[in-house]
Structure formats: C-alpha cells, structure tokens
C-alpha cells in the first residue's frame, strides 16, 4: 500500500501518467474502456522512446560507416592498397587509434555513463585517502589557526551535478529577490511602469554571453585584491540576471491586473499598503509570478552552461568543454551524457516548481 | 494569509537546504600518521595549499607528473592543477591571484613587462620545456603543396619544408579571391612567433603590428589569428583556417583525424628553443619565496624524471588522463616517444621533440627571453625602437634564474640531481645559427639580429 502510494507521488511528480496505468493494468483494475487510454498513455510513450533510440542508433551507424569509408578511401589514394587493407581491419577490430570520431550510439553512451560512475566511486576512494593523509597536519594547521589542507583532485562527474545545481539555486534565489519586489512596484505604479519600461525592453534580450562579461567587468573590480576564486560569485550573478527579467515582467503583469473588484474591498477596509500587498495584491497574482519564477528556474539552468563555460566554474557546463576539448575516442559519448543529465534535470526542476505552485496557490489547475 | 507566509517560509528553506547539498564532501577525521619516506628535505612551506592553471598541451607534462609522481606532496605543497581555457584567461588568472601559478607561453609574462597586452609584474623561475610545436595544413593545401617540395631518393619529401612550396599555394587561393587564413594560440606565443619565421623566411609577409592596430594583419599575405589550442583541429575541419602552428598533441590529433597535415616542426624552425615556461607574480615569490622554490623543486624533479626515456611511456598514460591533456594515448605517443608522423604513415625519429630536462631545458636562460623581445620588436607589437641595454635590464626583471638556482643546489645537496647539471653560465646562451634560415642569434646583439631579417622592423644602433 504503502508503495503504491508512493509510485502515485512519483509518477504525479513526474507528470508521466504512465507509472499509474501501469500499476492498473497489474492490479487487474484497468476497465475495457481505459484500453485506450492506456495505449495513449503507457504503449505510446514506450514506443515512441523506442523509435528514438532506433533512429539514433541507426543514424549513428550511418555516420560512423560514412567516416570510416572515407578514411579507408583515403588511405588508399595516398598510401595505396596495403595500407588501406589494414585500416580496414582495424576499425573493424574496433581498436581505439583508428576509430571513426562521430555520433555515437546509444550503447556507447550508456557505457561512458557507467564509466562516468566508475570514476566517481575512484574518486571519493581517493577523496577518503587523501583525508586521512593529510588529518594529521591538518590537525597542527587549525590548532596554529591556519587553514585546513582540502581536496587537490578533480570533481567527479556527480560533483559536477552538484556544483551545477548549486550555481543554478543561487542565481535563481537572486533573481527572485530582485524580480519579485521590483516586478510589485512597476506593477503597482504606472509611473514606475513607465520609469522601467525601456530598462527592462532593452536588457530583457541580451544574450548570456554579454552578461557574463558584464558581470565578469564589475565582480573583478569590486573583488579587487581578494585572491579567492571569484568564478562562482561571477557565474551565479550572471545566471541570475540572465534569468530574472521573465519573473519581473510577469509579477509586473500579474500585480496591475489584479482584479479591481478586490483592490476597490481594500479601499474600503482601509488596509494599509503593506498589507494591501501581502493580503490582497499578491495572493491574486501569485499564479503569474509563478509561471515567471517556472521559466526563470528553466532559463536558468539553460544558460548556465555557457556561463560556467565561459567563467572557468566547475559544473556540467566545464565539463562539457574540457570533454569536447580533449577529443578522445570517448569524448563524444561523455558530451551526449552531459546532454541528458542536463535534459533530465531540467525537467525535474520544471516539475518541481509546478508542484511548488500547485501547493501555494488557490487555483489548483494541473497544467503545464 | 498566514498560511501564505509560513507556506514561502517553507519553500525558502527547502531552497536553501538544496542550496546547501551542493557542497558536500566527506570528511573523515581519522588519526594515522605519515610516516617520511623521501629524501627531500622540506622548506618551511608559507602557503601549502596551491591551485596551478594549465592548458591542455602535453608540455604541461612536468605540472602533472611533479603531482602524479608526489614530487609537489614531497615538499610539502598541496597543488590542485586546473585546465584552463585559453592563454588570455591563463593570463588574467595568475594575474588576479586565482592561480597561484601557471603553464604559460614564454612570451606572455615577457610581454606583460614589456609593453604588449596587459601589464603586471610576472617571474618565471622555471622553464618548462623546448621544442613541442608544428605546423599543420589542410589536405587541400598540402596536395597543392607537395609538388613544390623536393622528394628523396626514397620518394618522401626532404625535411625540413620550407615555406617556399606554400608560395604558390597561397598565390592560388588569392587569385580565386579567398585570402588565406591561418592560425596560432595567442599574439605573444612561440606558435605566432615561429609560424612568421617560417613564413617571412621564404618572403611571405606576415603582417605588422602598430600601436593603433593590433591585429597584427597590416601588408599581410597570410592573415593570422587566434584559436585556443585544443579547438584547433575542429577549426581546421571547420574550413576557418587552412594551417595552424600549435603545441602537441593538436598537430598529431589532425594526422589521426584525417583533417590535416603537419609539414615542419618547431625543431626545425630553431633546434632547441624555449617554448613554455612556468609563472608566478613577482607579489606570490616576494610572500613566499620559499614555496617559490619548492615549488620550483618538485618541477625540476617532474623534467628530470620525464626525460629518462623508460618514463615516457607511463608519462603518456598519465597525460591521457582526462583532467589532463585527455587525449587519446596512440595520439600523445606519437611525438612524446621520440617520433613524429607528419604525412599519415611518414613517421620519422625526433628524438628531441620534446625535450625537458636535456641541454639544461628547465633554466630559464636571459638569452631565450631576449630572443622573444627582438621579435616583438621585428613585428611591432613593441611599437618604438629601444636601445639595446633595454633588452638586458627588461628579462632581468622577468627571469628569475637566482630561484632556479637555489632550488637545483637544494635538489643536489639532497642527492636528487647531479651537481653537473647545474650550468655555469651568465644567463646568455653562445650565439647560434640553428635556424631554419641559417641566420646567427647572439642575445647580445639584440638590435643586430633585428636589423639582419629582410621582413620586419628595423632599429638604428
């Protein structure tokens, strides 16, 4: 029972209907009529992935006979019959010095994704066994007053994640709070409105890029001495406004159109402005402040790949980089990897704030 | 209402709890005690905790192997080592104090000093290695390219090529009305260095650099520009660039690729120059000179072990390491083992490609630095003529061979390295004419040796 419950919490989260139909068709419960429903749902869905990962693999097959012809083909006009034999029999060995470099498939990928959490386990072996190397001088170091030693290896690839989501949550907690009480004011006075307007039209489509350096101009200035890593503060500011100008247009929006009706019943009962604000206006327009607050987390995490890219912060986005940088037999795979994380997450955020807004709100619509 | 604010009060630390997952790293507190090993005999270390920069090229090799082989944990240094993304950013980096140190190209902390691009006051106490570079081109140059070039009795060309077979080449693609492209790694590197050599040694002008204009493109037959190094091969495939001059192994990764063709190296252009070198601020070894040459040490330690030839192969293997040069091991073999292949299947000896530790490779020599200055001075990206006491007084300031010195009598009193190969010398190396072009270098003779190219600026003595 217990778990049933909790497949229904997921699979509502997760907003794929499928696990639930599912869980029917096992319990016998499914009526005739839900027979298609349950194709819609469940059959659909399934083989829709299916298709996907057949197309891919196809097209990867594709690509990957079209460069090794054209390798052999070559070998044999500059090097003549000989060495063009013995390409051939190489990438058909599947040895890694001759290997075509191009999409690859699915199965490649999901070797490099098992290879990628492999790493992460060595890592955190080392992690452990750096620590307890360096406890003992450590232990002098803080008694001195000193710093401790920490971890000189790389981040792992699940570090990566959470270095990345970290980055995200800050940008987006700063969007919030300039967003949101900047969105009430330009909403409630149409002079501010006006005041702002051109502002917000003219930074609204200014790509992350520019942002970044931007960000990157003022942090480097205001920080000025300071030795510490400033890629992070760097990275998350810029996240943030890259991201903030959805949430400030919609609370904006949402703020002038509350409905007159209820501002007219604050008159009457003579609110205060403060509590005209937290009783009446934000109340009616929390469901457009959150459909900003849904494509700022979305925007965010989007933008957040080229920002950590560009500022050298540790995350998916580096990752991504230095892999496509190395050019080694298995970069490209770890790079579709990447993709999907990020595709997964994404997603997970996106439901997420849906059922955020689900919670806080009045109107309880399940929409998208 | 209420139920409003304590809901956000909610969702607020949800948010912050996420926020704070982010971080987490186990720590242990456990109570085993090292027990000394090493012969080295540590300094008293100011700051242990290190973060040094690198770009993706195999001769960042003493970096990794200094930490791989526990040569910086020798010293007591703790040293995280970061790739980076291009030679600016390594630049601003080390500058703004978020490296404490880093891989760098020899000309960036000489221009730093000089005049050229950002100024700050950068040391190089150490020079990390010699030779290391080629030059690449697109399989279409090269078919149009090879029947300029002289073949030998076995039917390969006669190395090295010389830039005279790419005349013709370049004459073609103008009177088809393309100018021809190619690139190198940064406006102070050896690669933009060499390549005009190479180019302005067969009489194709490479362009001029002036105070207002600093392109570097001004009366140019071939129009050089910037690409990081590892985004070289994808540039090249891309059709931007028909050539480039970069470090390994991004010349090998093109002969893999079957994308391009490298037709010279940098050891042919000049037979044992100085390519990378290793930087800190003058701000870093002033607070912590002793670091300074601990640090210095572990690296002189790395060269030495790297080129004991028996070691190149595990230095291969460790390199391939993604958080390294990350390229596949069969493409850094190729020039780190002693050979080089240019044409696929023209595999050729180079024993001293990549050269470390030999010919005292990690002494950072005035003489190499000068050399540097009399070709920004050639070109113009030092804009006015200096008088040649200039050159002297300017890389005193920026080699630093009293750390190196005092590392290398360290490194011999502890039986790491043999009192012979610490060079008796004021710093000049004798005068050369290794070159591709047969002209003479005496470092002493800076405005001399500016005055003797047909291609460039010339100075009044």
Known sequence: ?368 | MNSLLKKSTYILATAALLFACGGKESKKETTTTEVETSKTKTLDIEKPQLTFGFIKLTDMAPLAIAKEKGFFEDEGLFVSVEAQSNWKNVLDRVIDGQLDGSHMLAGQPIAAGAGFGRQAKLVTPFSMDLNGNGITVSNDVWSKMKPNVPKGADGKPIHPIKAEALKPVITEYKNSGKAFKMGMVFPVSTHNYEIRYWLAAAGIHPGMYTKENVQGQIDAEVLLSVTPPPQMPATLEAGTIYGYCVGEPWNQQAVFKGIGVPVVTNYDIWKNNPEKVFVMTEKFIEDNPNTAIAVTKALIRAGKWLDEPSNRKEAVEILSMSQYVGAPVEVLANSMTGTFEFEKGDKRDMPDFNVFYKYNATYPFYSDGIWFLTQMRRWGQIPDAKPADWYASTIKDIYRPDIWKKAAALLVEEGNIPASDIPTTDGYKTATADFIDGTTYDAKDPLGYINSFKIGNKDKK
């Open chain 1, 1 to 368: 029972m217990k778990a049933s419950l909790t497949l229904n919490k997921v699979s509502n989260f997760l907003g794929l209907g499928l696990f639930r139909t599912l869980k029917d068709l096992f319990a016998n419960k499914l009526e005739k009529e839900d027979f298609k429903n349950f194709l819609r749902k469940t059959i659909v869905p399934l083989a829709s992935i299916l298709l996907f990962l057949g197309l891919w693999n196809i097209g990867a097959k594709a690509l990957y006979n079209t460069e090794a012809d054209f390798k052999i083909e070559k070998a044999l006009q500059n090097q003549g019959q000989a060495a063009a034999d013995a390409l051939q029999v190489c990438i058909a060995s599947g040895e890694s010095s001759c290997q075509p470099n191009t999409l690859p498939s699915p199965s490649q990928v999901w070797g490099s994704f098992q290879s990628l959490l492999r790493d992460h386990n060595i890592i955190n072996a080392d992690k452990a066994a750096f620590a307890e190397k360096t406890a003992a001088l450590n232990k002098t170091r803080i008694a001195e007053g000193k710093n401790a030693i920490v971890y000189t290896g790389r981040p792992s690839f699940v570090d990566q994640i959470f270095r990345s989501l970290r980055t995200v949550f800050a940008g987006f907690l700063l969007a919030l709070f300039i967003a949101v009480p900047l969105g009430i004011f330009i909403g409630l006075s149409p002079t501010l409105k006006s005041a702002f307007n051109w502002f917000i039209q003219i930074f609204k489509p200014v790509s992350p890029v520019v942002w970044y350096l931007l960000v990157f101009m003022i942090v480097k200035t205001v920080l000025i001495g300071s030795a510490d890593d400033s890629s992070f503060t760097i990275s998350f500011i810029s996240v943030g406004l890259c991201s903030m100008w959805a949430t400030l247009v919609n609370t904006a929006m949402g703020v002038s159109t509350v409905d007159k009706d209820y501002i007219n019943v604050a008159k009457v009962l003579k609110l205060g402005a403060f509590q005209k604000i937290f009783k009446v206006v934000l109340p009616s327009s929390l469901p457009l402040i959150f459909t900003g607050l849904k494509i700022t987390l979305s925007v965010a995490w989007m933008v957040l790949i080229a920002i950590e890219l560009l500022a050298q912060s540790p995350g998916l986005g580096l990752f991504v980089w230095e892999e496509f940088q190395n050019g080694a037999n298995d970069s490209n795979a770890k790079i579709i990897v990447a993709m999907f994380v990020i595709g997964i997450i994404g997603f997970l955020l996106d439901r997420l704030m849906l059922m955020i807004q689900n919670w806080v709100s009045f109107d309880k619509t399940d929409a998208i």
